[in-house]
């Protein structure tokens, strides 16, 4: 099993859609949680931590679910510039190491 | 504005020959990142550090190294370039209080 797992896609979505990914984990030790985007070729850019609590920034929703080892990212209302590859990122424990998800592709239609 | 820039964007070499790629970041962190990035296989970790005078293996770490005499620079080294490291090479780094991680554009590297 890899320690960090997402499905890979691509998640077609008309404009103005609501689309949500999901990313499993094996380490139940881990403590950090963070979604990446990618855009083709590009550099991975944070996209937003996750928070035990759950967190939002704008149209973003990011959750925790320790019990079940997944994290969970939802957008509202999506854009056509949101289209990219979303990287899910766990934390090695006990290091300052990051495992990353293959990425799951979205692309927003208009 | 702090950055962490990498170079060069892109390099053709041979196979067999010795490749650096260079790091450098302005964020004065401590830690430092060389990944690659291949179709089906995500980012994946080649080798670290943790501060001056530390590296640490990764998971993909045999062909090359990496040497860390300052805080700003991680050069990434290919001893004897293979086709099989033919990919895209990303640094990153990260504040040991926040722990999120930076990355350089990349450095698209082909071994013919």
């Known amino acids: 099993r890899k320690e960090v797992e997402q499905d890979p896609g691509p998640f077609n979505v008309p404009e103005g859609a609501t689309v949500a990914f999901n990313c499993t984990y094996s380490?139940?030790?881990?403590?950090?949680f963070f979604w990446y985007r990618q855009d083709c070729r590009k550099e991975p850019k944070l996209l937003m931590s996750?928070?035990?609590s759950g967190n939002e920034d704008g149209r973003f929703t990011a959750q925790l679910n320790r019990a079940s080892q997944y994290i969970s990212l939802l957008i509202r209302d999506s854009k056509l510039s949101d289209s990219a590859t979303y990287l899910c990122?766990?934390?090695?424990?006990?290091?300052?190491?990051?495992?990353f998800g293959t990425g799951t592709r979205l692309k927003v239609l208009a | 504005d702090a950055e962490i820039t990498q170079s060069p964007r892109h390099k053709i070499t041979e196979t067999g020959r010795q490749v650096t790629l260079a790091c450098h970041q302005t964020w004065n962190h401590n830690n430092m990142f060389w990944y690659r990035q291949d179709l089906g296989h995500g980012l994946r970790l080649i080798h670290y550090s943790y501060g001056v005078q530390d590296t640490n293996k990764g998971e993909v770490s045999d062909g090359y190294s990496v040497s860390r005499s300052n805080t700003e620079d991680l050069p990434l080294t290919l001893e004897s370039a293979a086709s099989s490291q033919t990919s895209v090479y990303f640094c990153a780094s990260s504040d040991v209080r926040n722990e999120k991680l930076f990355f350089g554009s990349g450095t698209q590297l082909s071994v013919l």
């Open positions: 380490n139940s030790a881990s403590q950090s």
């Open positions: 996750v928070y035990s």
């Open positions: 990122v766990v934390n090695t424990p006990g290091t300052y190491k990051y495992i």
